[in-house]
């Protein structure tokens, strides 16, 4: 009898203890307002997620190697590679002028050489005149 | 101030165009239109000073002709090429000769041929009774010639200009030659 006693005692100790811990309780004042904050520092505190730039994907493996460690051959490299660049804009901009300076000169020429065959025209028409005088002739 | 000079430079800009068109009459463009082939050249000062850099040298046309354009200060040229004859009226080339009949111009060179139906006007122009321009208008039954060149030149380079640049000079007998050629090819 005391045994049985005993554990409905125990049972109703945990059905006391059960309904203690499982009873309805409303959240304290200001703690949805600490969770956003929370979460909003969390983000705050996480660095933007980095994308692979063209620049990373070429030059950061070249300029890993040991050589470029040092910033002096680091502005080397890039006086060099902005000299490249100079030098390219420069070949190309006397080549395109090269070119227009040809166009311009077949222009020249082709106007010289209708020119000349007009006077030649002129010329010949003229020394016809001079064995035919059917043809009129002003001079 | 800028300002003002940029809006002065934009309203005469037209003005300006306008004074070079005036090389080349307005009416013959009209033409570009009925022609089956066209060749324009438009060359002013400073262009003519750029095309010549590029002449060499080492290439006696191309020596000659940077002698030749050293004092020009333009060359105009417009070449009509028509499919058939007629394409243009002779009331449209008098229209064009009637240009040059102003003071300062004079016709040297007039050539009708009933024949051939080829027409050659020859116009110079003088200042200081010194050629300072020629103008040749060549109309052919299938092709209408305008040509002007402005600046001072020298009788001796026209000859060069007649003769020369790839053009084969035009005498008597090389004309006989040619003749007796075209009589064989027709036996």
């Given at each position: 009898m005391t045994h049985k006693t005993e554990i409905k005692a125990k049972i109703d100790g945990v059905d006391a203890a059960l309904k203690t811990a499982l009873c309805r309780q409303s959240a304290p004042e200001g703690f949805a307002d600490q969770?956003?904050?929370?979460?909003?520092?969390?983000?705050?505190?996480?660095?933007?997620?980095?994308?692979?730039?063209?620049?990373?994907l070429f030059m950061q493996p070249i300029l890993t190697q040991p050589?470029?460690?040092?910033?002096?051959?680091?502005?080397?490299?890039?006086?060099?590679?902005?000299?490249?660049?100079?030098?390219?804009?420069?070949?190309y901009n006397i080549r395109r002028e090269h070119a227009q300076g040809e166009a311009a000169k077949k222009q020249l020429m082709l106007a010289l050489r209708v020119a000349g065959?007009?006077?030649?025209?002129?010329?010949?028409?003229?020394?016809?005149?001079?064995?035919?005088?059917?043809?009129?002739v002003k001079e | 101030m800028q300002k003002k000079w940029l809006w002065i430079l934009l309203l005469?800009?037209?003005?300006?165009?306008?004074?070079?068109?005036?090389?080349?009459?307005?009416?013959?463009?009209?033409?570009?239109?009925?022609?089956?082939?066209?060749?324009?050249?438009?060359?002013?000062?400073?262009?003519?000073?750029?095309?010549?850099?590029?002449?060499?040298?080492?290439?006696?046309?191309?020596?000659?002709a940077a002698k030749l354009v050293a004092?020009?200060?333009?060359?105009?040229?417009?070449s009509f090429e028509f499919d058939k004859e007629g394409a243009y009226t002779s009331a449209?080339?008098?229209?064009?000769?009637?240009?040059?009949?102003s003071p300062g111009w004079s016709r040297v060179v007039g050539v009708r041929s009933a024949a051939e139906g080829d027409n050659v006007d020859i116009f110079f122009k003088l200042e200081n009774d010194k050629m300072a321009g020629i103008v040749i208008i060549a109309a052919?039954?299938?092709?209408?010639?305008?040509?002007?060149?402005?600046?001072?030149?020298?009788?001796?380079?026209?000859?060069?200009?007649?003769?020369?640049?790839?053009?084969?000079?035009?005498?008597?007998?090389?004309?006989?030659?040619?003749?007796?050629?075209?009589?064989?090819?027709?036996?």
């Open positions: 969770v956003l904050a929370r979460i909003a520092a969390q983000n705050l505190a996480q660095p933007p997620e980095r994308r692979n730039s063209w620049f990373s050589i470029f460690i040092q910033p002096v051959v680091r502005w080397a490299a890039l006086a060099a590679f902005a000299t490249a660049m100079i030098f390219g804009v420069y070949i065959s007009k006077l030649q025209l002129a010329k010949s028409k003229v020394n016809d005149m001079n064995t035919d005088p059917t043809r009129h | 005469a800009s037209p003005l300006l165009a306008g004074a070079q068109d005036a090389q080349i009459p307005p009416d013959i463009q009209k033409l570009s239109a009925r022609a089956k082939e066209t060749v324009e050249v438009t060359m002013d000062g400073p262009m003519l000073r750029w095309a010549s850099k590029f002449l060499s040298a080492d290439d006696p046309d191309e020596e000659r004092n020009l200060t333009g060359i105009y040229v417009r449209e080339v008098d229209e064009l000769r009637s240009q040059f009949h052919e039954p299938k092709e209408l010639t305008f040509v002007n060149i402005v600046g001072p030149l020298e009788l001796d380079q026209l000859a060069d200009l007649g003769g020369e640049f790839g053009v084969p000079k035009l005498d008597r007998k090389t004309l006989k030659h040619a003749e007796k050629a075209e009589k064989g090819e027709q036996k």
